[in-house]
């Protein structure tokens, strides 16, 4: 702004000097010019009435330092000429003073000369005897008058050049001050001219609606980092370019990035093939999509572009945990296979068995044989049904009716019920320990002891025992099932909760189990939050404990 004081001073000043010595040159020429051309006529009047009376010899008396007199006969001959010899001058006749003298009785010119740096004012008077009096005076033009004053006008414009400079600068200074001291964060403590009044109002006006829009978008931006901060899915914004703009805790860990990834181009954090052609599909299409898996677990990525009044403005990835979704499709589908199997096996053999006798093949003292295998087998199909429905009912989280259940006594009961099959196997069951009561369904806590103690009595050796053992903390009570028998290899620890998995077949159709115990009992004990662990060696025995808090 000072600069912008200081030129348009400047330029001002330099008008008005140009504008000024053009105007005051030409009044003052105008003024001395018509001051010049009234005293050359005084002459011309005085000298025309010396020579009515006196002759040529005032003529040849006179001193011409300023002045030249031409005398001219009224056939235009040169009479006399105070510069020059009479004798050898052209005829005058033509020259337009004389002739307008010789008409009107007074006759005036000027004319140029050859260099244009001088004129020639020239006054004629038609005397009584017929003759013309002449008389004439150089001076000088306005373009010879500027250049003699050139440098008293260059001293002039250079003074006042720096004169309004320095007058410039000081009042730019005084007035760019106080609009320097303003305080535009809070424009209407200001005491400076009243004309900015207008435009601090609308300043602070401007400042109210900008503070209040940052404070709405700051708003948005803690409810959207709050948002994706405990998003599970992992949630990344991309810009046109390709650069990341947000992402979430969970898409940081997903992609091993960190805080400061935001900026760089995405393709530097994830530089798989399928990420990259996810991209490009769907910034060219508006959607794409892919299953990946990351970190071990299984993801669903969804690409979609975000567009803006027809333009590309970016890309959001959206990744999600499907692992147990893809763990329980693929549960389903091998539960399907199993319960078609298992329920496909023993209803063979009843069909079969039954064929047989509907077609008279089976001898008379042979049909209580079929009969009772026709019975076994279809028990077993029951119980295989039973422990589906069971299974189905803890898999729908269906509410069940809980009080306080002591794990003892539940162990009593089942070793009870359960001592003709350890009597039958050689097998002996003994119950230990605290009362332990826990808060849970008396049904599913049966469930659990009954499987882990049935297991133990079938997967036995003859002679062996089962020692069932409850104990009671302060916060916990653990339930304990330690056997003799065959144990379990440790590739099948983690295996063996699930459905329908049997380490030795041979040995399970043998004594008769659904392959579904062990998967209710894990099902059973997570209903109650509690947590079961496996201790076995092969041909070593085996001991199952299931730890329970005191408010399952």
């Not at 009044?27 to 009376?53: C, H, P, R, T, W």
């Not at 004012?121 to 004053?149: C, P, Q, W």
């Not at 329920?343 to 003292?365: F, R």
């Not at 599913?444 to 003859?462: E, G, H, Q, R, T």
Request: aromatic fraction near 6%; hydrophobic fraction near 40%.
């Amino acid at each position: 702004m000072t600069g912008k004081i200081l030129r348009s001073t400047l330029a001002v000043v330099i008008i008005v000097q140009i504008a000024s010595l053009l105007i005051i040159t030409g009044v003052l020429y105008q003024y001395f010019g018509d001051m010049q051309v009234s005293q050359l006529k005084d002459g011309l009047n005085l000298a025309a009435g010396a020579i009515e009376q006196l002759g040529e010899s005032y003529l040849e008396d006179l001193d011409y330092d300023r002045y030249r007199l031409t005398w001219i006969g009224a056939d235009g001959t040169v009479l006399f000429d105070s510069h020059a010899d009479a004798a050898y001058m052209e005829n005058h006749g033509e020259r337009e003073e004389i002739k307008e003298a010789l008409i009107s009785g007074r006759g005036s010119s000027i004319r140029q000369s050859s260099t244009l740096t001088e004129q020639t004012i020239y006054e004629a008077k038609h005397l009584e005897d017929g003759s013309v009096l002449r008389m004439s005076v150089n001076r000088a033009t306005a373009f010879i008058l500027v250049l003699g004053m050139l440098r008293p006008i260059a001293v002039v414009f250079v003074v006042a050049i720096l004169l309004s400079a320095w007058l410039a600068h000081s009042m730019a200074k005084r007035v760019v001050e106080p609009l320097n001291r303003l305080n535009l964060e809070k424009p209407m403590e200001n005491d400076a001219y009243e004309e900015l009044s207008p435009l601090l109002y609308r300043i602070h006006a401007q400042q109210l609606e900008i503070k209040g829009q940052i404070r709405k978008l700051k708003n948005k931006e803690d409810e959207f980092d709050q948002i994706t901060r405990n998003m599970k899915e992992a949630l990344v914004l991309l810009d046109n370019m390709g650069r990341i703009l947000s992402i979430n805790p969970a898409a940081r860990t997903l992609f091993n990035a960190g805080t400061a990834s935001v900026g760089d181009d995405f393709l530097t954090v994830d530089r798989k093939q399928d990420v990259r052609l996810a991209l490009e599909g769907a910034k060219k299409h508006g959607h794409a999509d892919f299953r990946a898996n990351k970190n071990g677990r299984e993801y669903q990525f969804d690409l979609s572009r975000i567009d803006s009044e027809g333009d590309y403005h970016g890309m959001v990835i959206l990744a999600f945990d499907v692992t147990e979704q893809v763990n329980a499709e693929r549960h389903r589908r091998e539960f399907t296979a199993n319960v078609s199997h298992e329920l496909k096996t023993p209803l063979q053999s009843i069909i079969g068995s039954a064929e047989l006798m509907e077609n008279g093949i089976v001898k008379n003292d042979d049909v209580p044989r079929f009969v009772g295998h026709i019975r076994k087998e279809a028990s077993r199909l029951v119980c295989l049904i039973d422990d589906i429905i069971s299974l189905s009912q803890m898999d729908e989280g269906t509410e069940m009716t809980s009080e306080d259940v002591s794990l003892k006594a539940v162990s009593e009961e089942v070793c009870e019920s359960l001592a003709d099959a350890a009597k039958f196997k050689g097998v002996s069951l003994e119950v230990t320990g605290d009362s332990g009561v826990v808060k849970g369904v008396r049904r599913l806590l049966y469930v659990i002891v009954y499987n882990l103690c049935d297991n133990a009595i079938k997967y036995n050796n003859p002679g062996g025992s089962v020692k069932v053992s409850v104990t009671q903390k302060t916060d916990s009570v653990c339930l304990s099932v330690k056997d003799t028998g065959i144990g379990i290899s440790s590739e099948h620890h983690d295996k063996i909760f699930e459905r329908f998995y049997r380490v030795d077949k041979s040995h399970s159709k043998q004594s008769g189990g659904t392959g579904l115990g062990l998967s209710i009992v894990k099902h059973a004990v997570q209903y109650h939050n509690g947590k079961i662990s496996v201790e076995s060696e092969l041909n070593k025995g085996t001991t199952i404990s299931v730890m329970f808090g005191m408010r399952a």
